[in-house]
Structure formats: C-alpha cells, structure tokens
C-alpha cells in the first residue's frame, strides 16, 4: 500500500509568518510531486509541482523535495488570510496494475491569523 | 488555459433516478480522471482513461459507468444511487499519463456537488 502522510493541523501561523508544510511518501520510485490547495467546498487547485532534489521556488511558494529521505514540503512566505485552505500534497506512485496514479495525503488544514 | 468545466455544479437525485454528470477540457490532454471527494478526506480516484481507452476502474460500484465519447468529453452516468454516495465529484485531465514530468500534472474542474436523497 502506497502512503503519502501529512500532519492534518489545524496549522495556525500569523499573518506575515512563513507556513511550512510537510510530507512523507513510502514508495521510493516516484518522480513526481505536486502541491494543491483546496479551499472549504472547491476542487483542488495546483500550487506546485517539483521533480528534482532541492527547491524550486514560484513566487511567495516554495517545494522543496529530499528523495533520499522521501519528504516534500511546502513553504509559505508571508502568509495572508487568503491562504487559509486545506493543502493536499500528491505523489505519483505506482499502481498495482503496472500504471502510475496520483496518491493524496490526507491534507494539512492551515489557518493565517490577521 | 488548464480550464476543465463540468456541469452540473449542483445534482440533487432520488435513489432509482438516472443521472449524468458531464466533463469538458479543450487543452488537448489524453488522459482523464474521475475523483470521488467525501468532506474532509483526499480525493478518491474512480476511473482513468487514457486516449479515449478505460485504463484504471477501482472497484468502483457498476451503479457508475463511466463514458468517454471523444478526448475532450468525459461522462460519469449515475443510476440507483445510495445516499452514501453523496459527495463531491471530480474530472481531472492531463497531458498524458506517461511517466516522469509535467505531461502527468492533472488539473481538476470545479466538480459536481452530489446529493442522494
């Protein structure tokens, strides 16, 4: 059984903090890492996707991915209210079947104080 | 443009009604997802079809076929539905399903809120 496992939170940072999300996977051939961000009640919105050890950076967000310790994260600088969501971290793990899937964590609910 | 739309955004249906849920991208992807979402857990995968062919069908209960009538369109026909099957429904697309790169990146539409009554 392939497992991507996330702290559920809440998480709360203030307004202005840097939020850090983490994620662990247990299947060691996946190559790839996407972030989405869900809001209460909306579809999963793509935040970040990251292939290759180190980080990558897109604007107030940056993934950062240590395959040999199977751990992804997901840092927010200067956090702001609008940030406020649920944020599922998504492996590419292999199927059973011989084909790839997209495998969720459980999602870490983050709360911006203002 | 990663714009997928689905329709309806809102389904309410009794148990012996026939329904169908509908999914449109037009960004040339060959490969399409339907989720299951119940609230506060990840979404489920349903079904995978990879150039217009069904490739993953996850034990899915056979109250719900799957239909992809070209690249762009995916249907999710429901029938006999149970009021645990309540939720939220997601089409997914993306450039392909090989593995290794952006080409696997899916992008989600907005989904359909389900009620089983």
């Known amino acids: 059984q392939k497992e991507v496992e996330q702290n559920s939170g809440p998480l709360s940072v203030p307004e202005g903090a840097i939020a850090s999300l983490n994620c662990t996977y247990s299947?060691?051939?996946?190559?790839?890492f996407f972030w989405y961000r869900q809001y209460s009640g909306k579809s999963p919105e793509l935040i970040m996707s990251i292939y290759s050890n180190g980080d990558k950076e897109d604007g107030r967000f940056t993934a950062q991915l240590n395959k040999a310790s199977q751990y992804v994260s997901l840092l927010i600088r200067d956090s702001q209210p609008s940030d406020s969501a649920t944020y599922l971290c998504a492996v590419h793990t292999l199927s059973g079947a011989g084909s790839y899937q997209l495998t969720f964590g459980k999602g870490t609910k983050l709360s911006v104080i203002p | 443009d990663t714009e997928v739309t689905q329709t309806p955004k809102h389904l309410v249906m009794g148990m012996t009604n026939k329904k169908s849920l509908k999914c449109e991208q037009h960004m040339g992807h060959r490969a399409m997802y339907w989720y299951k979402q119940k609230a506060k857990k990840p979404p489920e995968l349903m079904f995978v079809y990879s150039y217009e062919k069904l490739s993953i069908n996850e034990s899915v209960p056979s109250r719900f076929s799957p239909e992809c009538p070209n690249s762009s369109l995916l249907n999710l026909h429901l029938h006999a539905l149970q009021p645990e099957d309540s939720a939220l429904y997601l089409c997914?697309?993306?450039?392909?399903?090989?593995?290794?790169?952006?080409?696997?990146?899916?992008?989600f539409g907005p989904g359909t809120r389900l009620l089983v009554l």
């Open positions: 299947d060691r051939v996946s190559q790839s």
């Open positions: 997914a697309s993306s450039q392909d399903r090989v593995s290794g790169g952006a080409g696997e990146t899916q992008y």
